[in-house]
């Protein structure tokens, strides 16, 4: 097990290497002055060459990788030319809405898409099973902009249950996370019915239900726990997704999360703080993969990982 | 049951004039106390006046900061930490004296000695971004007494009471600058109305009451503002009661929240010129009758009235009314045949153009750039539009003549000292060619370059003014850009807030007089 773990975080390596190095090169490729854009449209050439200088903007391109390559691998991920705040402040101060809002999604899509997934499969071809495959292609559809938008329209502007976007309290994550939850939930439904029904046919499940146990059992103890494995694998690409990239729910909702970090970066041509934001997702990315995949062990004790 | 209805509407109708018999409407009186949350579209870009330039900064900036002179919201200026001021002959020195008794939020005093700290600060070696607007044209400044202050100019400057007005002109605590140095940015301490709290990057600036402030204790008691990108997040936000006031409204959503008597949605003249600018050095943009051609083609009443609902106004040349110096000179009517006629005499009577525009950066451009895309087509100019994010626009506009294929782009241009010297002068001179300087359509013109020098150099304001006015005029006539409109900034508030002060600059900001309903 250890050995494993060993080996899969050595393989992080390289994926951060290529990560880097491809932010880096694609960044740089995007037309566009980070000077001008701090500096605004009024600076002078003086002023612009100034922020270019303190920046080492002004070097060579595979100079200014190594530069930041060797500062990365020291846990310095550099200065961000639009605040002049280190990089490594300003993800620490955003990551924590985003991945308080991951978890609460993730949550509500787990509630949402395991309950209506499981029904679906074994209410097989009712209206109950329509409902459900309708529900999650419309939950699978739906932009989150518009969704967002809507809720706030209803509970925050209507109903006035919720804030209408910001942060601070528990109450504003409660639409963002409902939002984001709603767009999962649909591809994990589905995949939940799809595992499910393949599980129920097995004979283990007609066994089970021959000894007479109660459907209940049957369903959630014998068929669930053997549907899990590609559940679980939705689940964790999910939430990765959700950790890097619930830019449009931080947007519509105005949380200062990390998706939102790394968008106004690219605007910005903010190169260190979106290079800084790409391998702390890429690291929390592969990490919950590799959760994940220590998690199938728990459900499926014929997995062994030695 | 058949007179119900109108039994109905008859309540109701009673129950509205009661309800505006109620409203607000003498002159109440200010109410003390409360927070106010104000939504904006981005987050400052520094607290430190003399580092920022951006309008979410400045506007932020003007709560706690204040200068010598400001700026009426109708562009003219006023005493502010200066009680009175006046030039010598020559105009190259100028004397302020200084408002008695006033203290930074840190208890340091407000003298002489701290107006010296700042003109010392942007004229040395640290340079701070904003520093270029005050080094080409001070000398140096001394301390005559406590209150009296006297600057040198290294040539006569007309526009000096405006660059001292700009929001780079803040007179910052000396003590908190020395103590912070660079990260002065996160600690900002100032003179003004309200205190700084907190900046939750991305998130929020709080600042509360300074109750020594010069001008009696202001009623509000915080200011948050919040950074809201999303403009629809604002509306709703507005709407559902999570904020007090917002800016940027989008166009489409005014006609609605108009109605709406929970609101007041002011819409305000600007400072900014929008315009499309000509690559001179792209044949056919080098024949000014082609320019002017271009200028005739352009139905500027129809864009006002019809996408801008009104709230933009046209502009007869590059300077919008108000800026300071406008003057009111005849631009070009809208004149499909004569534009025709003058493309004919140029022997292009139809024409393949490339026209760039932004999407997003200012009110409706995309949409501006369609609909003279069609009012070009209608005399045979047949243009394809296209749009690129705004950190490549810039980019792409400013390379250099030989490396660009850029021929007809649209730009906004908002002087930030409010006059119109500076209006024209760094897109318009020929010493600020691109890829240095901002004209990014590369214009040449003598007799205008020699115009907007005789207005840097005025030392009196009948000169200063002439000079503006033979450059408008010189603009007009070369028609270096088609000329379009200046929009108007859109401002929502709950209908309990009073005294939101709306600079033409395209800042929004609260005073010590801003107050609030319970």
Same mark, same amino acid.
């Given at each position: 097990?250890?050995?494993?773990?060993?080996?899969? @975080?050595?393989? +992080?390596?390289?994926? =951060?290497? &290529?990560? /880097?190095?491809?932010? !880096?090169? #694609?960044?740089? %490729?995007?037309?566009?002055?980070?000077?001008?854009?701090?500096?605004?449209?009024?600076?002078?050439?003086?002023?612009?060459?100034?922020?270019?200088?303190?920046?080492?903007?002004?070097?060579?391109?595979?100079?200014?990788?190594?530069?930041?390559?060797?500062?990365?691998?020291?846990?310095?991920?550099?200065?961000?030319?639009?605040?002049?705040?280190?990089?490594?402040?300003?993800?620490?101060?955003?990551?924590?809405?985003?991945?308080?809002?991951?978890?609460?999604?993730?949550?509500?899509?787990?509630?949402?898409?395991?309950?209506?997934?499981?029904?679906?499969?074994?209410?097989?071809?009712?209206?109950?099973? @329509?409902?459900? +495959?309708?529900?999650? =292609?419309? &939950?699978? /559809?739906?932009?989150? !902009?518009? #969704?967002?938008? %809507?809720?706030?329209?209803?509970?925050?502007?209507?109903?006035?249950?919720?804030?209408?976007?910001?942060?601070?309290?528990?109450?504003?994550?409660?639409?963002?996370?409902?939002?984001?939850?709603?767009?999962?939930?649909?591809?994990?439904?589905?995949?939940?019915?799809?595992?499910?029904?393949?599980?129920?046919?097995?004979?283990?499940?007609?066994?089970?239900?021959?000894?007479?146990?109660?459907?209940?059992?049957?369903?959630?103890?014998?068929?669930?726990?053997?549907?899990?494995?590609?559940?679980?694998?939705?689940?964790?690409?999910?939430?990765?997704?959700?950790?890097?990239?619930?830019?449009?729910?931080?947007?519509?909702?105005?949380?200062?999360?990390?998706?939102?970090?790394?968008?106004?970066?690219?605007?910005?041509?903010?190169?260190?703080?979106?290079?800084?934001?790409?391998?702390?997702?890429?690291?929390?990315?592969?990490?919950?993969?590799?959760?994940?995949?220590?998690?199938?062990?728990?459900?499926?004790?014929?997995?062994?990982?030695? | 049951?058949?007179?119900?209805?109108?039994?109905?509407?008859?309540?109701?109708?009673?129950?509205?004039?009661?309800?505006?018999?109620?409203?607000?409407?003498?002159?109440?009186?200010?109410?003390?106390?409360?927070?106010?949350?104000?939504?904006t579209g981005a987050d400052p870009d520094s607290l430190d006046p003399q580092n920022t330039q951006s309008n979410p900064g400045e506007q932020v900036n003007r709560m706690m900061h204040e200068n010598l002179v400001r700026f009426s919201t109708s562009m003219q200026l006023e005493p502010a930490l200066a009680e009175s001021w006046s030039s010598s002959k020559d105009g190259l020195t100028w004397t302020f004296k200084l408002r008695k008794g006033v203290k930074f939020h840190d208890g340091t005093p407000f003298d002489a000695k701290a107006v010296k700290y700042f003109f010392d600060r942007v004229l040395g070696d640290e340079k701070p971004f904003k520093a270029s607007l005050y080094a080409p044209v001070v000398q140096s400044a001394e301390v005559v007494d406590p209150s009296t202050v006297r600057v040198t100019l290294k040539q006569p400057f007309g526009a000096?009471?405006?660059?001292?007005?700009?929001?780079?002109?803040?007179?910052?605590?000396?003590?908190?600058?020395?103590?912070?140095?660079?990260?002065?940015?996160?600690?900002?301490?100032?003179?003004?109305?309200?205190?700084?709290?907190?900046?939750?990057?991305?998130?929020?600036?709080?600042?509360?009451?300074?109750?020594?402030?010069?001008?009696?204790?202001?009623?509000?008691?915080?200011?948050?503002?919040?950074?809201?990108?999303?403009?629809?997040?604002?509306?709703?936000?507005?709407?559902?009661?999570?904020?007090?006031?917002?800016?940027?409204?989008?166009?489409?959503?005014?006609?609605?929240?108009?109605?709406?008597?929970?609101?007041?949605?002011?819409?305000?003249?600007?400072?900014?010129?929008?315009?499309?600018?000509?690559?001179?050095?792209?044949?056919?943009?080098?024949?000014?009758?082609?320019?002017?051609?271009?200028?005739?083609?352009?139905?500027?009443?129809?864009?006002?009235?019809?996408?801008?609902?009104?709230?933009?106004?046209?502009?007869?040349?590059?300077?919008?009314?108000?800026?300071?110096?406008?003057?009111?000179?005849?631009?070009?009517?809208?004149?499909?045949?004569?534009?025709?006629?003058?493309?004919?005499?140029?022997?292009?009577?139809?024409?393949?153009?490339?026209?760039?525009?932004?999407?997003?950066?200012?009110?409706?451009?995309?949409?501006?750039?369609?609909?003279?895309?069609?009012?070009?087509?209608?005399?045979?100019?047949?243009a394809t539009l296209s749009t690129m994010e705004w950190g490549a626009y810039l980019a792409a506009t400013k390379a250099p003549a030989d490396n660009t294929d850029r021929e007809l782009f649209l730009l906004g241009w908002s002087p930030s000292t409010g006059e119109a010297r500076w209006g024209m002068f760094p897109i318009l001179h020929s010493s600020q060619l691109a890829p240095k300087g901002d004209n990014r359509g590369f214009f040449v013109s003598k007799p205008l370059d020699d115009a907007i020098d005789k207005a840097t150099l005025a030392a009196t304001e009948p000169a200063r003014l002439g000079a503006l006015r033979e450059s408008q005029q010189i603009a007009i006539n070369e028609a270096p850009y088609i000329f379009l409109i200046s929009p108007n900034m859109v401002v929502g508030s709950s209908k309990k807030l009073h005294g939101v002060v709306n600079?033409?600059?395209?800042?929004?900001?609260?005073?010590?007089?801003?107050?609030?309903?319970?």
């Amino acid at each position: 097990m250890i050995a494993y773990v060993t080996r899969r @975080l050595l393989l +992080l390596v390289p994926v =951060l290497l &290529g990560v /880097s190095i491809g932010s !880096f090169a #694609l960044l740089h %490729l995007v037309p566009g002055d980070p000077a001008q854009i701090l500096a605004g449209q009024e600076a002078t050439e003086e002023v612009l060459t100034r922020i270019r200088h303190e920046h080492g903007l002004d070097r060579p391109l595979p100079i200014q990788y190594a530069v930041y390559l060797g500062n990365a691998v020291q846990g310095n991920l550099g200065i961000s030319i639009q605040s002049r705040q280190p990089v490594a402040t300003l993800i620490a101060q955003r990551f924590p809405f985003t991945l308080r809002l991951a978890f609460l999604a993730i949550l509500v899509s787990a509630a949402l898409g395991v309950v209506a997934g499981v029904v679906a499969a074994t209410r097989r071809n009712s209206m109950l099973d @329509l409902a459900a +495959l309708l529900g999650s =292609l419309v &939950g699978i /559809s739906l932009p989150i !902009f518009w #969704l967002g938008l %809507l809720m706030m329209l209803v509970f925050s502007v209507r109903l006035q249950w919720f804030p209408a976007g910001g942060s601070g309290t528990a109450a504003h994550l409660v639409l963002p996370a409902l939002v984001l939850g709603a767009a999962s939930s649909g591809v994990i439904a589905r995949m939940t019915r799809a595992s499910m029904l393949e599980v129920l046919r097995q004979d283990y499940v007609r066994t089970a239900r021959a000894k007479g146990l109660r459907e209940q059992i049957v369903i959630y103890r014998h068929a669930l726990k053997n549907a899990m494995i590609p559940i679980l694998t939705v689940f964790g690409l999910e939430f990765g997704y959700n950790l890097g990239g619930a830019v449009l729910t931080e947007t519509v909702f105005s949380l200062p999360g990390i998706g939102r970090l790394i968008v106004e970066g690219i605007f910005a041509r903010d190169y260190p703080v979106v290079q800084g934001a790409m391998l702390v997702v890429a690291t929390t990315f592969v990490a919950v993969n590799l959760l994940t995949d220590i998690a199938y062990a728990l459900f499926d004790p014929r997995i062994r990982y030695d | 049951m058949r007179r119900a209805p109108a039994l109905f509407l008859t309540v109701m109708l009673l129950g509205l004039a009661a309800l505006s018999m109620t409203g607000p409407t003498a002159a109440q009186q200010a109410v003390r106390g409360g927070t106010l949350t104000f939504a904006t579209g981005a987050d400052p870009d520094s607290l430190d006046p003399q580092n920022t330039q951006s309008n979410p900064g400045e506007q932020v900036n003007r709560m706690m900061h204040e200068n010598l002179v400001r700026f009426s919201t109708s562009m003219q200026l006023e005493p502010a930490l200066a009680e009175s001021w006046s030039s010598s002959k020559d105009g190259l020195t100028w004397t302020f004296k200084l408002r008695k008794g006033v203290k930074f939020h840190d208890g340091t005093p407000f003298d002489a000695k701290a107006v010296k700290y700042f003109f010392d600060r942007v004229l040395g070696d640290e340079k701070p971004f904003k520093a270029s607007l005050y080094a080409p044209v001070v000398q140096s400044a001394e301390v005559v007494d406590p209150s009296t202050v006297r600057v040198t100019l290294k040539q006569p400057f007309g526009a000096f009471l405006f660059i001292m007005a700009h929001s780079a002109g803040a007179i910052v605590s000396p003590a908190a600058h020395q103590k912070w140095g660079k990260d002065l940015a996160l600690h900002p301490v100032g003179t003004g109305p309200f205190k700084f709290v907190e900046w939750v990057k991305g998130d929020h600036v709080t600042m509360e009451r300074n109750d020594a402030y010069w001008g009696g204790a202001p009623n509000l008691d915080r200011v948050v503002v919040k950074t809201v990108r999303e403009d629809q997040a604002r509306v709703l936000m507005l709407e559902s009661g999570g904020a007090d006031l917002i800016v940027n409204i989008p166009t489409e959503e005014i006609p609605r929240l108009k109605k709406d008597p929970r609101f007041v949605i002011e819409s305000n003249a600007t400072a900014r010129a929008l315009f499309i600018v000509m690559n001179v050095k792209k044949k056919p943009f080098d024949d000014v009758h082609v320019r002017q051609a271009l200028n005739y083609a352009v139905n500027r009443d129809a864009i006002v009235k019809e996408l801008f609902q009104n709230n933009a106004q046209v502009i007869p040349g590059p300077v919008s009314p108000l800026q300071n110096g406008y003057a009111n000179l005849t631009g070009y009517a809208y004149d499909p045949k004569k534009a025709k006629d003058l493309l004919a005499k140029a022997g292009k009577s139809s024409l393949k153009v490339k026209l760039w525009s932004p999407k997003g950066r200012f009110v409706k451009d995309y949409e501006l750039a369609q609909a003279v895309q069609q009012d070009l087509a209608a005399v045979g100019v047949e243009a394809t539009l296209s749009t690129m994010e705004w950190g490549a626009y810039l980019a792409a506009t400013k390379a250099p003549a030989d490396n660009t294929d850029r021929e007809l782009f649209l730009l906004g241009w908002s002087p930030s000292t409010g006059e119109a010297r500076w209006g024209m002068f760094p897109i318009l001179h020929s010493s600020q060619l691109a890829p240095k300087g901002d004209n990014r359509g590369f214009f040449v013109s003598k007799p205008l370059d020699d115009a907007i020098d005789k207005a840097t150099l005025a030392a009196t304001e009948p000169a200063r003014l002439g000079a503006l006015r033979e450059s408008q005029q010189i603009a007009i006539n070369e028609a270096p850009y088609i000329f379009l409109i200046s929009p108007n900034m859109v401002v929502g508030s709950s209908k309990k807030l009073h005294g939101v002060v709306n600079l033409p600059l395209e800042l929004t900001y609260l005073s010590e007089k801003s107050w609030k309903e319970k």
